[in-house]
C-alpha cells in the first residue's frame, strides 16, 4: 500500500503563487508515475500535470507556462508550483500515484486551492 498526503494549498490572489508537496510512503514501486490532479465544484476532475520517475513531465494545456512539476525520488516527494494563478484554478487539488508495472492507483486526500480575483 502507498500512502501519500498533500500539504500547500490555501487561498492566494489573483497573480500570486503556491506549491503543492505529495509525500509518499509505504511500498512504492520503484518505477511510477505520479501527477496532480484537481476538481472544481460542478465539474470533472482533470489531470493538471503528471510525472514519471525518470522525470518526463506532461501538462494540461492552460498550465504549461505557469504551472511547474517537480519530484524528489530521494525524498518520494512531489511538488507542483504554481505562478500567476487564476480564479479559474480554483479546486481541490489530489495526488496520484500509479505504478508502471502491476496493478495500483493511489491518492492523497486533496487540498484546497482557492484564487481570488
Known amino acids: 500500500q502507498v500512502q501519500l498526503v498533500e500539504s500547500g494549498g490555501g487561498l492566494v490572489q489573483a497573480g500570486g503563487s503556491l506549491r503543492l508537496s505529495c509525500a509518499a510512503s509505504?511500498?512504492?514501486?520503484?518505477?511510477?508515475?505520479m501527477g496532480w490532479y484537481r476538481q472544481a465544484p460542478g465539474k470533472e476532475r482533470e489531470l493538471v500535470a503528471s510525472?514519471?520517475?525518470?522525470?518526463?513531465?506532461n501538462y494540461l494545456d492552460s498550465v504549461k507556462t505557469r504551472f511547474t512539476i517537480s519530484r524528489d525520488n530521494a525524498k518520494n516527494t512531489m511538488y507542483l508550483q504554481m505562478n500567476t494563478l487564476k480564479p479559474e484554478d480554483t479546486a481541490v487539488y489530489s495526488c496520484?500515484?500509479?505504478?508502471?508495472?502491476?496493478?495500483?492507483?493511489?491518492w492523497g486526500q486533496g487540498t484546497q486551492v482557492t484564487v481570488s480575483s
Open positions: 509505504g511500498s512504492i514501486p520503484t518505477m511510477n508515475t
Open positions: 496520484n500515484l500509479r505504478p508502471h508495472l502491476g496493478a495500483g492507483n493511489y
Open positions: 510525472i514519471t520517475t525518470f522525470g518526463n513531465t
